[in-house]
């Protein structure tokens, strides 16, 4: 029926909606490290290290990254058609997760910006979406969705970034 399909439709750009503030959330403190280099790139753990000895999230976790994508998609929002207060849990909820990923990096013992595809990709986008799931309303199918576009995306997307100088290493 065409209710149905328009519902659809409307799941379809919401997901698309989402998918651009996560690119947004992932993509400012890549994109801000490259531009500001080290200017008030303070680490997130301050260097502090957990009880086995390793950095607890890493040099690569900024204070000024996580500042920035939170901003970044909180002005963003608006201008996909979401409201500024979604754009700010998608960004805070992007960030948890990359921490989360930085944390397991460091303890199964890869580096700083070393690549774990699925950890890397993953966390970050899971989480932002499972917080949107009550208020917009999202299925496990939209969920799954934009979590496989995303990983996806973001291995595609790394390549591209690695080509023109903004990433370091390449998916």
């Known amino acids: 029926p ?9 799941q379809i750009v919401l997901v698309l909606q989402l998918l651009i503030l996560l690119t947004l959330a992932n ?8 531009v500001l280099s080290t200017h008030l790139a303070l680490p997130l753990d301050g260097g502090v290290r957990f009880i086995d000895g390793k950095p ?18 909180a002005a ?7 409201p500024w207060s979604i754009g700010l849990l998608v960004g805070a909820a992007a960030m948890a997760g ?3 990923s930085s944390f397991i990096k460091r303890r199964i013992g890869l580096v700083a910006s070393s690549r774990a595809i699925g950890l890397d990709q993953i966390p970050e986008s899971l ?6 799931q009550g208020t917009l309303s999202l299925t496990a199918v939209d969920i799954g969705a934009g979590v496989t576009i995303f990983l996806l995306g973001e291995i595609v997307l790394s390549r591209t970034l690695y080509k023109i100088g903004l990433r370091d290493r390449p998916y």
């Open 2 to 10: 065409p209710r149905g399909r328009w519902a659809r439709a409307v």
């Open 56 to 73: 607890l999230f890493g040099p690569s976790k900024t204070i000024r990254g996580i500042l920035l994508s939170l901003l970044t998609t």
């Open 27 to 34: 993509g400012t403190p890549v994109v801000a490290k490259r």
């Open 98 to 100: 990359d921490l989360i």
């Open 76 to 82: 963003g929002a608006p201008l996909v058609g979401l």
């Open 127 to 132: 989480l932002p979406l499972l917080a949107c």
